[in-house]
């Protein structure tokens, strides 16, 4: 008789899978000059000892690991021996940037501990001894994440306050080592320690807006002898930052009415001075947040590149981002390349910039005052009543077809200026010249306009460039003269805004129109 054999039961023990420990701080890093927030996560597994960042890390970062390390182990910290993983998300933006090492080495320090501090960023460089350090990147990342209402708090280094305090609206709780970070993290107390700047220059107050000026000038008007119409025009300009096209023989004051322009510009309000601040902070400069707006004066020698931006990897900001907020001044702009004159349609228009690369597509904001001077022909003395001019009919042609005409349409102003006399004098200062742009500035605030004459939108124009009648039927009877283009009409409409509120009109009149159809370019 077969007896069943009972099948024999094997116990397979089962392993405990190992529980990772995961912490995440909140840090960020520039894509072209818009901040993006990344979560830096941290976990602790089973495994070799070892320590790894992911998530399309640059070089920096790879290299923070030593930083971290060493400022760690000099602060008696002791690696658990665990696999350490840092990842840096999304994973598909590349990040860069020194100033992740604190986070990094925080969440290593305090592995054992759980934080969620939601709305809570990190940033600052570690030193090899354990001290926060700070980086030219932090203030453009901060203003950045303020501007898009991303961050309401923030632990930065201490030696950074300097240019964030600046920044209001962010609780900054300022550290000056590693240790004290720690803790702070561990106590959980983040009470901010920073006291909001106050701004070393006048205040206009309009509507409850602070507006911000200085009453410092280099160069004075006075100097520039004779040359009323163009001084005129140099006015209308700054008060509704108008571009300024300036055509002369050589001498004659082009250059020193547009170096004097910048003293006498409408003043700004802090979200402008901040935006001239980030991009000083990403061109390398060390900003002094004074209520000055910039100046760039390119040589005609210099690259799109370097005018417009650019970059093989990462793009970077050019002179056009670097005026933005204040002027753009192209000397002798028939010797610029062609290829920058008609690239430069775009932000006089837009007022932006858009750089292509295969590694990086960005955008930044370009508002302009863009002036322009230029000598009447090759030689220079074609309207000189003293000096023949040495050129031919041919040359002439030539050296003025370098300039388009959709180029000079975006121009708003056109001056001729006068031959310079032995008894010219200066009849108006740089002070008188600035309390006019002042009074005229309030003007266009109290209608509550976003921007100034100058920037108007086509809506906008219509809303706020009021003709009266008889101003009406001058611009009417212009249009069907002289062929004004669409483009063309709205150009004059604000100019004659901008001589309105010089002039203290609340329409545009009979008077404003004519003087602003006297600045059009004669084709």
């Avoid at 990040?95 to 759980?114: E, M, Q, V, Y």
């Avoid at 006068?418 to 309030?442: C, L, R, Y």
């Avoid at 001589?499 to 009979?510: G, W």
């Amino acid at each position: 008789m077969n007896e069943e054999i009972p099948p024999i039961k094997v116990k397979i023990k089962q392993k405990t899978p190992n529980k990772a420990i995961v912490n995440t701080l909140t840090c960020a890093t520039l894509e072209g000059v818009t901040a993006k927030v990344i979560e830096v996560e941290a976990t602790f597994t089973k495994g070799l000892p070892g320590f790894s960042v992911v998530g399309l890390a640059s070089a920096d970062i790879q290299e923070a690991k030593e930083r971290v390390k060493s400022a760690l182990l000099v602060n008696d910290f002791t690696f658990p021996p665990l696999k350490i993983t840092i990842g840096l998300a999304p994973s598909e933006l590349r990040k860069n940037g020194s100033h992740f090492d604190l986070p990094l080495a925080l969440l290593i320090a305090l592995h054992k501990k759980r934080f969620d501090e939601e709305g809570l960023f990190v940033f600052g460089e570690l030193g090899l001894d354990g001290r926060v350090k700070s980086s030219a990147m932090l203030f453009p990342l901060i203003l950045s994440l303020k501007e898009q209402g991303l961050i309401d708090r923030a632990i930065v280094p201490k030696e950074a306050l300097c240019s964030l305090h600046h920044i209001s609206g962010i609780d900054f709780i300022a550290v000056a080592s590693l240790n004290e970070a720690i803790d702070l993290m561990k106590k959980g107390d983040f009470t901010p320690n920073v006291t909001t700047f106050a701004y070393d220059a006048q205040t206009l107050e309009i509507a409850g807006q602070s507006y911000y000026y200085t009453q410092q000038y280099d160069a004075n008007f006075k100097e520039v002898k004779g040359q009323r119409v163009a001084k005129r025009a140099a006015l209308i300009a700054s008060a509704g930052m108008h571009n300024l096209f300036m055509e002369g023989n050589p001498g004659c004051g082009k250059s020193m009415i547009a170096k004097r322009i910048k003293d006498i510009l409408p003043p700004i309000d802090e979200k402008e001075m901040l935006s001239i601040a980030k991009h000083q902070f990403l061109d390398g400069q060390v900003p002094q947040f004074k209520a000055i707006r910039p100046i760039r004066n390119p040589h005609h020698t210099a690259t799109s590149a370097s005018i417009f931006g650019g970059g093989s990897r990462q793009a970077k900001i050019g002179e056009v981002a670097l005026a933005s907020k204040g002027i753009l001044f192209f000397d002798e702009i028939p010797h610029f390349s062609k290829q920058i004159l008609e690239a430069l349609r775009e932000p006089l228009q837009d007022k932006k910039v858009h750089i292509a690369r295969v590694n990086a597509k960005i955008e930044y904001e370009a508002d302009i005052m863009f002036i322009a001077a230029q000598n009447p022909c090759p030689c220079g003395n074609l309207l000189s009543k003293i000096h023949a001019c040495r050129c031919s009919q041919m040359e002439i042609k030539r050296y003025s077809n370098k300039l388009s005409d959709p180029f000079l349409d975006r121009i708003d102003l056109f001056v001729v200026m006068q031959e310079v006399q032995s008894d010219d004098k200066g009849d108006i200062s740089s002070q008188e010249m600035h309390h006019a742009v002042i009074e005229a500035f309030k003007q266009q605030k109290l209608r509550q306009q976003k921007t100034l004459n100058g920037k108007l939108e086509e809506e906008e124009i219509e809303q706020y460039c009021v003709l009266n009648t008889q101003a009406q039927t001058i611009l009417e009877s212009a249009i069907s003269k002289f062929g004004l283009s669409h483009r063309s009409i709205a150009s004059v409409k604000k100019i004659g805004r901008t001589i309105a509120d010089l002039n203290q009109h609340t329409q545009i009149e009979k008077k404003d129109i004519l003087e602003a159809l006297s600045y059009r370019r004669r084709k």
